[in-house]
């Protein structure tokens, strides 16, 4: 899960503060079958100890003996694990390859900077984009101004995106509600839900979904979402999407949404341009119709045509290379 990362480099940070080195590796791309996708990362010192996971257990476990044998180079580089990888070539039980970028931290101020804007990232409070430059032991970090792809390797130069753990937050609950909530969890999303009618939230649980008795938009105006966070509306109640809409907008979340018709949605959009004395720039922000269009019928295909599009606009995919 995503959550999981944020482990990584808390646990990083902390070896570094008592003056131990930290290697960090980070998988840049998969090819076939990965358990982990570009952007995992695990931390590990020389003596064994780790945090993270870069393919679910089957690459850890010879990288932590190469490791400990001294075997990798101390500048930025990327190693191959499947076919064509390192000798002996090992063969992945998922059948897949995997591209992983290593970089060795010592316990000096500079790393320990580094860090700390990771971890502040990743806590929400500013998305970056890690600069490394592969032979050397070069690295940055620079404020990320857009979405963009999360991986992108370049020649010698590798451009890794960072920022808050993702969240969904599902304004009221619905049979599509419940199953977005299920297929978030399992992408490693955060997910939360807000409904104040306690006679649905009395009635749903869902391991790894954090359910809130409280009007979505009164959980938005105070704080609750950072630019890692989608957003959708799935009632069809305007008491309860229009209010939530007009606070998203003011929000940095990556992604606004809200389910109905096309019909249904232009008034919704007339509705809250008009209360809100919204300009047009602003409500473009709101997908509505919410999602791909799958020419989905049933909650579940309509709940996959929300998440499709949120991993779409997540990874930097715009809807002309669909």
């Known amino acids: 899960m995503k959550n ?17 080195c930290v290697w960090l590796c980070t998988v840049l791309a998969t090819f076939g079958s990965a358990p982990r996708g570009p952007g995992s990362l695990l931390a590990a010192r020389s003596t064994g100890e780790f945090c993270g996971s870069l393919s679910g257990g089957c690459v850890e476990e010879d990288f932590l003996e190469r490791l400990g044998r ?3 180079v101390e500048h ?42 990771l971890l ?41 995106r960072m920022g808050a753990v993702q969240r969904l937050l599902i304004a009221g609950l619905s049979p599509v509600a419940e199953f977005c909530a299920g297929f978030a969890v399992a992408l490693g999303y955060e997910v939360i839900v807000c409904d104040p009618r306690a006679e649905l939230t009395a009635a749903f649980s869902m391991v790894g979904v954090e359910v809130l008795k409280v009007f979505p938009a009164t959980f938005i105006a105070e704080g609750g979402c950072h ?58 922000r709101i997908h509505a119709p919410i999602g791909l269009n799958l020419g989905s019928k049933t909650p579940a295909e309509i709940a996959l045509a929300v998440m499709a599009d949120i991993v779409r606009l997540s990874n930097g995919v715009v809807r002309d290379q669909l």
């Not at 070069?138 to 390797?153: E, I, K, L, M, T």
Request: hydrophobic residues 40%; glycine residues 8%; charged residues 25%.
């Open 76 to 117: 930025n580089h990327v190693v191959r694990y499947g076919e064509g990888g390192l000798a002996p070539s090992l063969e992945l039980p998922c059948g897949g390859v995997l591209d992983v970028l290593v970089e060795k931290f010592e316990p000096d101020c500079a790393a320990k900077a580094h860090f700390a804007v």
């Open 4 to 20: 999981l990362d944020l482990q990584v480099i808390q646990q990083a940070t902390m070896w570094l503060e008592q003056d131990r």
């Open 227 to 284: 630019d890692g966070t989608a957003i959708v509306a799935l009632t069809h109640d305007p008491r309860m999407d229009d209010l939530t809409l007009l606070e998203a907008v003011r929000t940095r979340a990556f992604y606004i949404g809200a389910m109905g018709s096309r019909r249904t949605s232009e008034k919704r959009l007339e509705r809250v341009k008009r209360i809100g004395a919204l300009p047009p720039q602003i409500l473009e």
């Open 70 to 72: 001294h075997e990798f």
């Open 120 to 160: 502040a990232a990743l806590q929400g409070r500013q998305r970056v984009v890690r600069h490394i430059t592969l032979g050397t032991n070069a690295r940055h970090n620079q404020s990320d101004a857009g979405v963009a792809a999360p991986v992108v390797v370049e020649a010698d130069q590798v451009r890794i």
